[in-house]
């Protein structure tokens, strides 16, 4: 382990091991240090999409396509196959409700350059015959994509090694040195590393580092439930997503229940040919554990939309904890009262997909390529009253 480096990133999932990469490709003398083993946490456990229209028109809409366009290059980058697929991706829509909801987000995301194209029944039964007969139409989204999210991280972590970076895995972080307002030193079970610089990119596990710092991260997991079927030959193109998926992800509001679990219906093929199905959302603390009641759920609104999804064998369910913040976009930016602390969490099941711009970002804001201006919708400073 390298006892002095200039920065520390936290956590070895895609988000830790992006900001690394690009780091080290700036020729930053960074460590990531990771607890346990690279993806082995929240990314092991997410679906493999890359949607872009599931994103609400904004911030994070604009960040998100920033990634995508990142995403198109990345493989070759980083000198790896991360199963990266683009064709596209569909939400649909089996009531007139639905249709009028996935149209207007149609609008509103011509609006931020994305283009989304309204489908009717007979359009988008040509290109998902997979589909029930009784879908009344559809949202396609041609710039969706697909990614394998552990071959993403581990390509990520390799990418950086090979740029000098020191990654250190089955190693914790006790505590985070500090003194008048200056970050001098991460200790780990394994030894301490002299920097003034941590980036703290833990997921949901971020709030537990922050309080090393004496900081409050406003950061809680928020579950969710997935499982994954038997190979089959070519059944989904693309993405497929159920409008009601668009509501299972709202953040609670009014008299909602926060921790009533909600689920919408996301199907991907891989391309090893098992089908990737979710989704459940629930605030449920640090329990993992997989329920009867949402694999049931998940089964039946996905055999309801794709009916030959009934007859597969399901190989197995699994859940992840994803970080949630409480006005649904990441938090990124360094800490008003500690500025060699940075911060890069909160992506909730967005971290896949914004990856490589935050990795990006980062890494510019480290170097000084890129000012806290540009990232003042992230701001960690936005929760501080």
């Given at each position: 382990?390298?006892?002095?480096?200039?920065?520390?990133?936290?956590?070895?999932?895609?988000?830790?091991?992006?900001?690394?990469?690009?780091?080290?490709?700036?020729?930053?003398?960074?460590?990531?240090?990771?607890?346990?083993?690279?993806?082995?946490?929240?990314?092991?456990?997410?679906?493999?999409?890359?949607?872009?229209?599931?994103?609400?028109?904004?911030?994070?809409?604009?960040?998100?396509?920033?990634?995508?366009?990142?995403?198109?290059?990345?493989?070759?980058?980083?000198?790896?196959?991360?199963?990266?697929?683009?064709?596209?991706?569909?939400?649909?829509?089996?009531?007139?409700?639905?249709?009028?909801?996935?149209?207007?987000?149609?609008?509103?995301?011509?609006?931020?350059?994305?283009?989304?194209?309204?489908?009717?029944?007979?359009?988008?039964?040509?290109?998902?015959?997979?589909?029930?007969?009784?879908?009344?139409?559809?949202?396609?989204?041609?710039?969706?994509?697909?990614?394998?999210?552990?071959?993403?991280?581990?390509?990520?972590?390799?990418?950086?090694?090979?740029?000098?970076?020191?990654?250190?895995?089955?190693?914790?972080?006790?505590?985070?040195?500090?003194?008048?307002?200056?970050?001098?030193?991460?200790?780990?079970?394994?030894?301490?590393?002299?920097?003034?610089?941590?980036?703290?990119?833990?997921?949901?596990?971020?709030?537990?580092?922050?309080?090393?710092?004496?900081?409050?991260?406003?950061?809680?997991?928020?579950?969710?439930?997935?499982?994954?079927?038997?190979?089959?030959?070519?059944?989904?193109?693309?993405?497929?997503?159920?409008?009601?998926?668009?509501?299972?992800?709202?953040?609670?509001?009014?008299?909602a229940d926060p921790r009533q679990m909600t689920a919408?219906?996301?199907?991907?093929?891989?391309?090893?040919?098992?089908?990737?199905?979710?989704?459940?959302?629930?605030?449920?603390?640090?329990?993992?554990?997989?329920?009867?009641?949402?694999?049931?759920?998940?089964?039946?609104?996905?055999?309801?939309?794709?009916?030959?999804?009934?007859?597969?064998?399901?190989?197995?369910?699994?859940?992840?904890?994803?970080?949630?913040?409480?006005?649904?976009?990441?938090?990124?930016?360094?800490?008003?009262?500690?500025?060699?602390?940075?911060?890069?969490?909160?992506?909730?099941?967005?971290?896949?997909?914004?990856?490589?711009?935050?990795g990006q970002y980062i890494a510019d804001l480290i170097?000084?390529?890129?000012?806290?201006?540009?990232?003042?919708?992230?701001?960690?400073?936005?929760?501080?009253?």
């Amino acid at each position: 382990m390298h006892t002095t480096v200039d920065v520390v990133v936290v956590g070895g999932g895609v988000i830790g091991t992006s900001i690394t990469y690009y780091l080290a490709k700036q020729g930053v003398n960074v460590c990531l240090v990771e607890r346990n083993d690279i993806a082995s946490g929240t990314s092991s456990a997410a679906a493999n999409g890359v949607a872009l229209q599931t994103k609400p028109p904004g911030p994070k809409q604009n960040l998100a396509q920033a990634s995508a366009r990142l995403f198109r290059n990345l493989s070759e980058e980083l000198d790896a196959d991360i199963e990266l697929s683009n064709e596209g991706g569909m939400l649909v829509a089996e009531t007139e409700e639905q249709l009028e909801l996935i149209s207007d987000k149609a609008q509103k995301a011509a609006k931020s350059g994305l283009t989304i194209e309204i489908l009717s029944r007979k359009q988008t039964l040509a290109r998902q015959p997979c589909l029930a007969p009784h879908i009344i139409g559809s949202a396609y989204c041609a710039a969706d994509s697909t990614v394998n999210p552990y071959l993403l991280a581990f390509a990520f972590a390799r990418a950086a090694k090979r740029h000098g970076a020191d990654v250190q895995t089955f190693t914790e972080v006790t505590a985070i040195e500090h003194q008048a307002g200056q970050i001098t030193a991460v200790v780990t079970n394994r030894g301490k590393i002299l920097t003034d610089t941590v980036v703290n990119a833990a997921g949901v596990w971020s709030p537990k580092v922050a309080e090393m710092v004496g900081l409050q991260l406003p950061v809680e997991p928020r579950k969710g439930e997935l499982f994954v079927t038997e190979p089959v030959p070519p059944l989904v193109r693309g993405i497929v997503i159920s409008a009601s998926y668009l509501l299972s992800k709202a953040l609670p509001a009014g008299d909602a229940d926060p921790r009533q679990m909600t689920a919408g219906a996301y199907t991907a093929q891989a391309r090893r040919g098992n089908l990737v199905i979710g989704s459940t959302r629930q605030f449920a603390g640090y329990n993992r554990s997989s329920s009867f009641h949402g694999i049931q759920k998940l089964a039946q609104l996905t055999t309801t939309l794709i009916p030959a999804v009934g007859k597969l064998h399901v190989l197995r369910s699994y859940s992840g904890l994803r970080p949630a913040s409480p006005d649904g976009l990441p938090i990124l930016g360094r800490a008003a009262e500690l500025p060699g602390f940075v911060l890069a969490a909160g992506h909730e099941g967005d971290g896949i997909a914004l990856s490589p711009i935050t990795g990006q970002y980062i890494a510019d804001l480290i170097s000084g390529q890129l000012s806290e201006e540009a990232l003042v919708p992230f701001s960690p400073q936005r929760f501080s009253n």
